[in-house]
């Protein structure tokens, strides 16, 4: 069942350059143990460990997510909270994400949290608590298109 929620991904483009050197030398290592197919078995040891790596460690982000889609905002907050203060505790984890967690997304995982949670708060109808986490996005990531937009709309409806 597709779900009717939004869903932004943004993909930093360089960050896809480490990964394939990543697999290109998975690639080299089975061929140098005489793997008959070392593409076949690099592609599937890449795949393996990303996606484990995304499936552990961003936990309740992911779990977040699901629930969002579920339209269970109030149970997915807290979710988007443990996750911001999870990256904010593990800093690198984030700011690498392109080698620790093989990831490209754009975003890092705390600007996901916080936009997420005050994308929950405006589906429960709280207002002032998105507008209050999309205020605090901007503070720490002032270029993000997303709270930029959400604050906007929010604070356009307010006046009204």
């Keep these: 069942m597709a779900s009717n929620v939004p869903t932004v991904r943004q993909t930093s483009w360089i960050s896809v350059i480490p990964q394939i050197s990543f697999m290109l030398i998975l690639i080299f290592i089975y061929h140098k143990m005489n793997f008959e197919d070392p593409a076949l078995y690099g592609a ?3 795949l393996t460990i990303s996606m484990s790596l995304r499936y552990f460690v961003p936990k309740n982000h992911r779990e977040g997510l699901k629930l969002t889609k579920e339209h269970k905002f109030e149970n997915a907050i807290p ?3 443990n996750s911001y203060k999870f990256f904010t505790q593990n800093n690198w984890i984030d700011k690498y994400r392109f080698i620790t967690l093989l990831s490209s997304s754009k975003m890092n995982y705390r600007e996901m949290a916080l936009c997420n949670i005050a994308f929950c708060y405006s589906q429960i109808g709280n207002g002032e608590k998105s507008i209050e ?11 993000n298109g997303l709270a930029l937009t959400g604050l906007k709309m929010l604070t356009s409806i307010e006046n009204k």
């Design 133 to 143: 986490y999309y205020k605090k996005t901007l503070e720490e990531f002032p270029e």
């Design 79 to 81: 979710k988007f909270e």
């Design 44 to 46: 599937i040891t890449y």
